[in-house]
């Protein structure tokens, strides 16, 4: 036999309608909040300033940055060579050279 050691239990009141209605609401309005908040954080994320803490947060050598820009700039190239945009081609190549003169200092340091 189990013992019911919870004599004392105390009766509560059903909520009343106004009881329950402010109750919901106080929840309505929290999980507003929570969700402009989650917002919030998703459009900080998109920014400017999002993107270039995160860069900062790699740490980055600069012969790994530079391997990253070569990566993007021979993407574009070949996105204005064939949209046949060649005065965007020579500003992408005059870039490219220095980012590989920055690289050629690495190739020099294996050799």
């Not at 005065?87 to 992408?92: R, T």
């Not at 870039?95 to 690289?103: G, Q, S, T």
Request: proline share 1%.
């Amino acid at each position: 036999m189990i013992k019911d050691n919870n004599k004392h239990k105390q009766q509560h009141d059903p909520m009343t309608e106004l009881e329950l209605t402010k109750l919901a609401e106080k929840i309505v309005a929290k999980m507003m909040r929570l969700k402009t908040v989650e917002d919030w954080f998703k459009h900080m994320a998109k920014t400017k300033l999002a993107d270039k803490i995160d860069y900062e947060e790699l740490d980055l050598t600069e012969e790994q940055w530079a391997v990253g820009q070569i990566a993007k700039l021979m993407t574009l190239l070949n996105m204005f060579q064939e949209d046949e945009e060649y005065e965007k081609c020579s500003i992408v190549k005059r870039r490219l050279d220095i980012v590989n003169a920055i690289l050629k200092k690495y190739e020099d340091d294996e050799i």
